[in-house]
């Protein structure tokens, strides 16, 4: 397993590459598959944040979390994690915050009530390829 603050070793790549992940209509693919001839960007985030953003590029979804694990992703409910600084894009205050997700969340898409997933679940950006390259974004 890799920590969330380095960039993935071969062999995590490699385990990763072997994992399973669905496309949107419900394909089981390999993850590795994605990456092996190109440069490819991974977001991992909630599917949540794709439906209320509207996310219009390729995504596939691991409801096992096993590439969230794999890549030493980590939850936290932290606004800033200790010792670091306010990230870019929290520009707004905390209660700002709070009130536009849950007016972008439940009130302006309440079918999306119960579906938000693990809210301590934190994302991560990468990009890999050709193969088991990795660098972050």
């Not at 399973?20 to 949540?48: A, P, Y």
């Amino acid at each position: 397993m890799a920590t969330h603050t380095a960039i993935p070793a071969s062999d995590v790549l490699e385990k990763a590459a072997a994992l399973n992940v669905f496309d949107q209509s419900g394909t089981e693919v390999t993850f590795g598959s994605l990456i092996e001839e190109q440069k490819t960007i991974v977001v991992f985030i909630r599917l949540f944040h794709v439906e209320t953003a509207g996310f219009t590029y390729a995504m596939y979804a691991d409801p096992t979390r096993a590439l969230y694990t794999t890549f030493g992703l980590v939850q936290s409910l932290e606004r800033t994690p200790a010792g670091q600084p306010k990230r870019s894009y929290v520009g707004k205050s905390f209660i700002a915050n709070v009130l536009k997700s849950i007016w972008d969340g439940p009130l302006k898409n309440p079918q999306n009530i119960g579906k938000n997933g693990n809210i301590s679940q934190l994302g991560g950006d990468f990009i890999f390829g050709p193969g088991t390259l990795a660098a972050f974004l």
